[in-house]
């Protein structure tokens, strides 16, 4: 099935991509995510909070943004 | 949702995807990293500086703070080129800008849309920074500016820095946030019509401290600046010059011995006399030294040491020799030979 997946780590990624059927949160978090922690993001799926084990299906929008997002001043 | 919002959101939404549309039409090259690159050549000037001078301990630091600039701006630069060869991204549609705008209710305190202004407002939880309470925040986007390089959002709200008013937050200066790692993903998601996205970096930005890069710590947050030393004094231990009003810390200003306010260096002097610290304004010149005097030092505008040479001189002048002008007690001849 496909999904929107959405990275606000970084440069910021936004695409479709495809995902078993049956995936959840944790699953497509530790695979999208590999050396991150799920408590270090807000994890969204269709702009509201979600469980780690809650099923994705079709067409779903799921965000990550990180927790800690360091500003700075500017040069 | 009453109907009077849905429609109020769905005409917001079509506006900002008009603008979206004409943002696309109108998008630039990527820019390139020219404040990181500046700051890095700032800390490459300071750390040669600081070679130079044999400064050890602060060499480590200032080399590691090179590192992270160069850090920046090498991740910069490689977010630049990805712009490159990255295909046109498609805005969001009217449907997913309408609902980015519904969801904001939900996550933030408060959500408004004004299409007078084209305005999207959302209110932030109160932030507290490392025990500094910030207050919460207002992120103001202007959808008729997503046109622009920058300036289509501000920052308002939050309680200032004492020793800064236009720095209402470590990050944030007259309303501008600096965006530091932020910068990337909220271009992306602005460019993209992701309105709900760019809101939640923003806020989660506002919630992050990062000390090596503000523009005023939070450990001086509450304090200020001493007019004399430079040093900074928090509120509690901090006073001010009762002549002037600059701030002054524990260690600096002094009390009058005449009137006991508090004057800063600039507007004390000690007597020429006693050397007492007084205001300027309890100080006042002798007519025939011109030194100024406090109250004790001097009567009738002559210093104590003045009126005792004048009474020395009539003991030995000789009889019917008139006192020369520099002993005349009048201010307009004294100002004459001065």
């Keep these: ?75 | 949702m009453t109907r009077d919002r849905i429609a109020l959101l769905w005409r917001a939404a079509v506006r900002i995807r008009e603008q979206l549309e004409q943002a696309r039409a109108a998008e630039e090259p990527p820019e390139l990293p020219r404040a990181a690159w500046r700051g890095c050549r700032r800390m490459d000037r300071l750390q040669r500086r600081v070679q130079r001078r044999g400064w050890q301990r602060a060499h480590g630091r200032v080399r590691d703070r090179l590192r992270r600039a160069i850090d920046d701006c090498r991740r910069q630069l490689e977010y630049s080129a990805e712009d490159l060869v990255r295909p046109p991204r498609r805005p969001a549609s009217t449907g997913e800008i309408f609902q980015d705008l519904a969801a904001l209710d939900e996550e933030f305190c408060e959500a408004k849309v004004c299409l007078r202004e084209t305005e999207v407002v959302v209110l932030t939880e109160p932030i507290v920074l490392e025990g500094v309470h910030l207050g919460p925040f207002h992120i103001v986007l202007d959808w008729s500016r997503l046109t622009a390089r920058s300036g289509a959002y501000s920052i308002v709200g939050g309680s200032p820095a004492s020793s800064d008013d236009d720095v209402m937050h470590p990050h944030v200066r007259e309303g501008t946030l600096c965006e530091g790692e932020a910068g990337p993903a909220l271009k992306a998601s602005l460019a993209a019509g992701r309105l709900f996205d760019f809101f939640v970096i923003v806020a989660r930005t506002l919630a992050t401290y990062n000390a090596e890069n503000a523009f005023v710590e939070l450990s001086r947050w509450h304090g200020v600046t001493c007019g004399d030393c430079g040093g900074f004094a928090a509120d509690d231990y901090a006073s001010s010059c009762e002549r002037c009003e600059c701030d002054l810390c524990d260690d600096c200003g002094i009390s009058c011995e005449d009137c006991g306010h508090t004057a800063c260096a600039d507007c004390s002097a000690p007597c020429a006399g006693c050397q007492d610290s007084c205001c300027g304004a309890c100080l006042s010149r002798c007519v025939r030294c011109t030194h100024r005097y406090c109250e004790r030092c001097q009567t009738d505008e002559t210093c104590n040491s003045c009126r005792a040479e004048i009474a020395a001189q009539k003991l030995t002048a000789p009889a019917g020799v008139a006192p020369t002008a520099a002993d005349a007690l009048c201010v307009g001849e004294v100002g004459l030979h001065a």
Excluded: C, W
């Excluded at chain 1, 944790?26 to 270090?40: C, E, I, S």
């Excluded at chain 1, 799926?45 to 780690?52: F, G, H, K, T």
């Excluded at chain 1, 079709?58 to 965000?63: A, C, I, K, L, T």
């Design chain 1, 1 to 75: 099935m496909q999904v929107l997946y959405i990275n606000n780590d970084g440069g910021g990624f936004a695409d479709h991509i495809h995902i078993a059927d049956g995936t959840t949160v944790r699953q497509l978090f530790a695979t999208q995510v590999p050396h991150g922690k799920p408590q270090d993001y807000l994890i969204r799926v269709n702009r509201q909070p979600a469980s780690a084990d809650q099923g994705l299906v079709e067409g779903d929008r799921v965000s990550i943004t990180p927790t800690k997002i360091e500003g700075a001043q500017l040069a």
